[in-house]
């Protein structure tokens, strides 16, 4: 028979047991509950970068049609029309009996295929921009915004970075500027267009901006119309890991700025 002290000892053996098999119990519940929860975190990460993927690739892929939208009108309306006036001018010239005006016709049509190839030059340069290759990151920007000025749009321009970049950076940050000021001449009839490229740390900031008309870029970016330019900026701000964020009215014009991480 047990001794008061014994069974007292009994007690708190056993309810030392049962505390650490209690304890045990809640830390093996624990592990489980945080497991299930960090792999309902991680499974809702890995969702999130295939629906993000999902969204890029929609992009590129509304982007490439655009682009080929885009060439396909340049060709039709520009290559095309002209082309048709060039050959009406020259069927002319054999129903002629003036030699002065066979000499106008033929400079007429002269004329009008010497604009023919700067069409076709400048098609070629928006499909692969040589200039990158044979002037740099920084002067191709530069002769994009000095072409915009010759047709009576002010550009201002600001470029002070240290990175050397890729060349699909380079090419895609380049693209994203065309875009974005080929938008404004087309749909906000802006009087100024700046372009600021600068680098703090580790992080390029660009911004294109416009004193144009604006536009409702919540509603823009969330219909149809994105096509218009934006899903190709979206796209390319994508492949070159860069955060973009827009911004638009009638008083203040729009305003585009990218930010990315580089090398410092």
């Known amino acids: 028979m ?31 509950l945080y497991q299930r929860k960090l792999h309902s975190q991680l499974q809702k990460m890995h969702d999130q970068e295939i629906a993000y993927q999902k969204e890029l690739t929609s992009l590129v892929v509304r982007s490439q049609e655009s682009e080929r939208d885009r060439i396909s009108r340049d060709l039709h309306d520009e290559i095309g029309v002209s082309l048709s006036a060039a050959k009406l001018y020259i069927n002319q ?7 002065n005006e066979m000499v106008q016709l033929a400079t007429d049509a002269s004329d009008i295929i010497g604009n ?9 340069q928006n499909l692969s921009p040589l200039i990158l290759e044979n ?14 000025q010759s047709g009576g749009i002010r550009t201002q321009c600001h470029i002070d970075f240290s990175t050397q970049l890729d060349k699909e950076t380079e090419l895609g940050l380049y693209r994203i500027v065309q875009e974005a000021t080929g938008n404004a001449l087309k749909h906000a009839n802006p009087s100024l267009i700046e372009v600021s490229i600068t680098q703090e740390n580790r992080i390029m900031k660009l911004s294109v901006s416009d004193n144009g008309t604006g536009f409702d870029y919540q509603k823009t970016a969330s219909g149809k119309s994105q096509s218009m330019g934006l899903s190709g900026i979206k796209a390319r701000a994508g492949l070159v890991n ?13 305003k585009l700025e990218l930010t990315i991480p580089v090398q410092s």
């Open 2 to 32: 047990e001794t008061p002290g014994e069974l007292e000892f009994t007690q708190l053996l056993y309810g030392g047991l049962a505390f650490v098999l209690f304890l045990s119990l809640a830390i093996v519940l624990f592990i489980l």
């Open 93 to 99: 010239i054999q129903y002629e009996t003036s030699a």
């Open 116 to 124: 023919i190839v700067q069409d076709i030059r400048q098609i070629a």
């Open 135 to 148: 002037f740099g990151f920084s002067q191709a920007i530069q002769m994009l915004l000095t072409r915009i």
């Open 242 to 254: 860069g955060h973009l964020e827009i911004t638009s009215s009638a008083q203040t014009g729009t």
